[in-house]
């Protein structure tokens, strides 16, 4: 069973930065591919971007390529998104992911076997 909890969301303007943190349970995290989703107001969820077990490569979506950096922390067991020149189209509830069979990360959210609850990010004009 692997728990992840995500934080660091907020209210924040057009153009401005947050950090989103995401601590995970689980003895073997060191091993897991890591990714972010989010899903904004009457939209489906969509993929962000993703980190393998090793730490590389990653890979964005392309409406935050450059703009968004994902990390992991395998000491802390930690997976964190590095969110820079925020657009109003970025606000919406951001979800941690974790793939656990060594599949690798994928970029569809059935990739993935365990999901944190998310944590709303609002990007005001």
């Known amino acids: 069973q692997v728990q992840l909890v995500e934080s660091g969301g907020g209210l924040v303007q057009a153009g401005g930065s947050l950090r989103l943190s995401c601590a995970a349970s689980g003895r073997a995290f060191s091993s897991y591919a890591m990714a972010w989703f989010r899903q904004a107001p009457g939209q489906e969820r969509e993929f962000v971007g993703a980190?393998?077990?090793?730490?590389?490569?990653?890979t964005y979506a392309d409406s935050v390529k450059g703009r968004f950096t994902i990390s992991r922390d395998d000491v802390k067991k930690t997976v964190s998104l590095q969110m820079n020149s925020l657009k109003p189209e970025d606000t919406g509830v951001y979800y941690c992911?974790?793939?656990?069979?060594?599949?690798?990360?994928?970029?569809?959210?059935?990739?993935?076997?365990?999901w944190g609850q998310g944590t709303q990010v609002i990007v005001s004009s």
């Open positions: 992911a974790a793939e656990i069979t060594g599949r690798g990360f994928r970029r569809h959210e059935s990739g993935y076997d365990y």
């Open positions: 980190i393998s077990w090793s730490g590389a490569p990653t």
